[in-house]
């Protein structure tokens, strides 16, 4: 199944590359996504699937035309992990403050990005190899991604996202998750 995957992204990324550059770019507008993914522990992965907005925020003076923006990204999400033979399912809620740079001075389709923010779950995470003492999480994203279609209206990007409590309780063991991304810009 993890194969599956990761060759359905693979096939994703490059039906996204090979679409019609984009032209001037929609990141000054808001989007929807949907998103999956997975981390990586081998047999006892734990998957997730969200939902999410971006709202741009357009008051950063002297960042016109520096390929430099920044958003609000808001997420309800949901992972399921193993625990004593079953998949345990927990509800997130989180936002993410998110800095992102458009190659070319903003009229490339690739971008990077990165941010930090807060979610919270509906209970503690918990899986066979792994324990979490809060249901309060700081979160740090980066990823790298492709606009296509009409003015870059169509996003997918490929984001590594980790959680941890940063020490406020004991145990922190944290969790990564790789994450396919599919944006839409109105």
């Given at each position: 199944m993890h194969n599956n995957r990761m060759t359905m992204a693979a096939v994703l990324l490059a039906l996204a590359a090979t679409g019609a550059a984009a032209q001037p770019l929609a990141d000054a507008s808001p989007a929807i996504y949907v998103e999956g993914g997975q981390?990586?522990?081998?047999?006892?992965?734990?998957?997730?699937?969200?939902?999410?907005?971006?709202?741009?925020?357009?008051?950063?003076?002297?960042?016109q035309g520096s390929g430099r923006s920044f958003y609000w990204d808001l997420f309800a999400s949901q992972w399921r992990g193993p625990l004593n033979g079953d998949r345990r399912s927990i509800a997130q809620i989180g936002a993410i403050a998110t800095w992102r740079y458009r190659f070319d001075g903003g009229a490339s389709p690739w971008f990077v990005e990165g941010g930090i923010g807060v979610s919270v779950m509906d209970?503690?995470?918990?899986?066979?190899d792994r324990g979490f003492s809060t249901?309060?999480?700081?979160?740090?994203?980066?990823?790298?991604?492709?606009?296509?279609?009409?003015?870059?209206?169509h996003?997918?990007?490929?984001?590594?996202q980790h959680f941890s409590n940063a020490g406020i309780k004991k145990p922190n063991p944290g969790e990564n998750f790789v994450r396919l991304r599919y944006a839409y810009r109105f």
């Open positions: 981390t990586l522990h081998g047999s006892a992965n734990s998957d997730m699937a969200g939902i999410g907005v971006m709202l741009p925020w357009l008051s950063v003076p002297g960042w209970r503690l995470y918990q899986t066979d249901a309060f999480q700081f979160t740090e994203a980066i990823g790298a991604g492709y606009s296509f279609g009409a003015n870059g209206r996003e997918l990007s490929l984001r590594l």
